[in-house]
């Protein structure tokens, strides 16, 4: 017995069509509307998170610091916010949010305090997509004080002065934070506060 191919003409019925299409049109509305509603409940406390979180990173990389101002700078790339730190009336440096810098699972945002004689009194990693446990290593206080002190050009690994020790299986993170830090000391360096 031989086998025969059976073929079969799929009729459309036009109003089930209309009806699913209705559906799904109504189902993506009120979706859409539920998403814009929750979101502008939360945004506010997202917000005024993301603002504490700020400041709470300026008071971490500039920590005698009593107020902090915003300046007028030149844009420059990588760096995103400029705030002026005073302790009093005495102007004691800059906090720089830089970002995006690179690291191995996307972007590191981070907040580099620089005195006014152009060294680093801080650095504070704002967000960051690093593997936990290894990248997220980099983010400690004990690797990030290393840049407490340090001016100039600074880079990882190569044994000079301005060496940065890198975390072991971390290294393009550790580079990413040490672009970040010498962003913002080349940017106040650079004169780029107006």
Do not use: W
Request: hydrophobic share 40%.
């Amino acid at each position: 017995m031989s086998e025969t191919a059976v073929k079969t003409k799929v009729q459309f019925d036009g109003k089930y069509i209309a009806k699913l299409t209705i559906t799904l049109l109504a189902i993506t509305v009120v979706t859409s509307f539920l998403l814009s509603i929750v979101y502008t409940v939360t945004k506010p406390t997202i917000d005024a998170l993301a603002e504490q979180t700020k400041q709470e990173s300026m008071l971490a990389v500039m920590a005698d610091a009593t107020e902090f101002s915003e300046v007028a700078y030149t844009e420059t790339t990588g760096v995103i916010d400029v705030q002026a730190a005073y302790s009093g009336t005495e102007l004691l440096g800059y906090c720089v949010q830089v970002e995006p810098t690179t690291g191995f699972g996307g972007a590191i945002s981070m907040m580099v305090g620089v005195s006014t004689d152009g060294t680093v009194t801080g650095v504070s990693v704002l967000s960051h997509e690093e593997t936990a446990g290894l990248g997220t290593k980099a983010m400690t206080d004990e690797f990030l004080s290393q840049y407490i002190g340090r001016s100039g050009t600074l880079t990882v690994k190569t044994g000079a002065d301005t060496d940065i020790e890198h975390i072991s299986g971390a290294t393009v993170t550790s580079s990413a934070i040490t672009d970040g830090v010498n962003i913002a000391l080349a940017f106040i360096a650079e004169g780029g506060v107006n």
